[in-house]
């Protein structure tokens, strides 16, 4: 009966351990500087394809610039540019970011932007949580937690 004891107390503290170090792995560090990324997702038909050059800084800023893409199932494609700055923390293996300024132009279709205003689908000072899967310093892959998109960027 104590050699079960003592063996799940050896698991449980190993298991701990191995825990610990997998947010410690999470080197801040690391995500200071220039990145490239790129995402996609398709809902009811409709498909997004996102590209943005982020920069964080080492003082908690962030700021961010390049365009995504709307297709409609009928062919229409809307592309936009956005630009954006706000501010970033790690904490707990997540990347919290708050926006504080998203400008939102349509390249394509301006005509558009009188049924469908994107830039008021994008507030200011709202905050965006996403698990840091990887990051290194070459590579961060994030997932939302809003909507488990997934998020690659490599170091530019």
């Not at 893409?69 to 990347?95: A, C, H, M």
Request: glycine share 8%; charged share 20%.
């Amino acid at each position: 009966m104590k050699l079960n004891y003592l063996w799940s107390l050896a698991l449980t503290t190993a298991l701990l351990s191995w825990a610990s170090n997998v947010n410690a792995s999470i080197n801040q560090a690391d995500l200071y500087g220039s990145w490239h990324c790129k995402t996609s997702l398709e809902e009811n038909g409709v498909k997004i394809f996102v590209d943005m050059d982020a920069n964080y800084i080492r003082n908690g800023k962030s700021n961010g610039f390049g365009f995504f893409v709307i297709r409609f199932p009928d062919g229409l494609e809307v592309k936009y540019s956005v630009t954006g700055s706000g501010v970033w923390q790690l904490k707990n293996g997540y990347l919290i970011e708050t926006s504080e300024e998203i400008k939102v132009v349509n390249l394509s279709h301006p005509g558009l932007d009188k049924i469908l205003d994107m830039e008021s689908l994008f507030p200011q000072n709202v905050s965006e949580s996403s698990k840091v899967l990887q990051l290194n310093k070459s590579f961060l892959k994030v997932k939302s937690e809003t909507n488990g998109t997934v998020i690659g960027c490599k170091r530019s």
